[in-house]
């Protein structure tokens, strides 16, 4: 069965103190995997998307790398606009699985400290 | 702002009742998915319709059912509703049925049941 779990549930950083979040996967052929930033009420909203082992993005303080098992979330000297949930999704290539249907970790909530 | 639009943003109703969610995907998006979200599951899907026809199932109840309109707009019928019912429930769209396509995410609706 597909599945991803994501650690730490929690992350308290003071500002400016680098981290990385986990993203640990098990799927029957990854198509891609999705990294998203909800706010409190609000709805996900998009960062990246990975599409194989050895991949990495970037975008401002945050950078994403992704291996056949996981992937991380690298926040670099972070700011307290960052603090919000960060969710790890994969979509599944193989057999009935041939949708767009994404399956979500529980998710990461940073805070971060000024 | 994503470019998904979802209304009500919030609905109060009582056990046994019957509701419709509304979604309108960003333009140029075939795909539209419904999500529901509550603090013990996380992100789950519901479904996903791609130009007008159901593209996948997962865990909704019999109770609920959707469809997408020839204007690409989706509605979530939600009856004989129950207390644990009550959630977030998310619409995104997308361009593509499946391909890692990113999917964008409306503001939610906040369904309670009393």
């Known amino acids: 069965e597909d599945q991803v779990t994501q650690s730490p549930e929690a992350l308290r950083l003071q500002e400016g103190e680098s981290s990385s979040l986990n993203c640990s996967y098990t799927?029957?052929?990854?198509?891609?995997l999705f990294w998203y930033r909800q706010d409190p009420g609000k709805g996900p909203e998009f960062l990246f998307t990975?599409?194989?082992a050895g991949e990495e993005k970037e975008k401002e303080r945050l950078k994403a790398t992704l291996t056949k098992k996981e992937s991380f979330l690298h926040i670099t000297a972070p700011k307290p606009e960052d603090s919000a949930t960060y969710l790890c999704?994969?979509?599944?290539?193989?057999?009935?699985?041939?949708?767009?249907?994404?399956?979500f970790g529980q998710g990461t909530t940073l805070q971060v400290k000024p | 702002d994503s470019g998904v639009t979802q209304t009500p943003k919030h609905l109060i109703t009582a056990t046994g009742q019957r509701v419709t969610l509304r979604c309108s995907p960003r333009?140029?998006?075939?795909?539209v998915y419904w999500y529901q979200q509550s603090l013990d599951q996380g992100l789950q899907f519901l479904i996903q319709?791609?130009?007008?026809?159901?593209?996948a199932k997962g865990n909704i109840l019999e109770r609920f059912s959707a469809q997408q309109f020839p204007d690409l707009h989706s509605e979530l019928n939600l009856s004989s509703l129950e207390l644990g019912d009550s959630a977030l429930y998310f619409c995104?769209?997308?361009?593509?049925?499946?391909?890692?396509?990113?999917?964008?995410f409306g503001p939610g609706t906040r369904l309670t049941v009393t």
């Open positions: 995104a769209s997308s361009v593509g049925p499946s391909e890692a396509y990113e999917q964008y």
């Open positions: 799927v029957s052929g990854l198509r891609g």
């Open positions: 990975l599409y194989s």
């Open positions: 999704a994969v979509q599944s290539s193989l057999g009935s699985s041939n949708t767009g249907k994404l399956i």
């Open positions: 333009s140029g998006d075939l795909s």
């Open positions: 319709y791609y130009n007008g026809e159901e593209r």
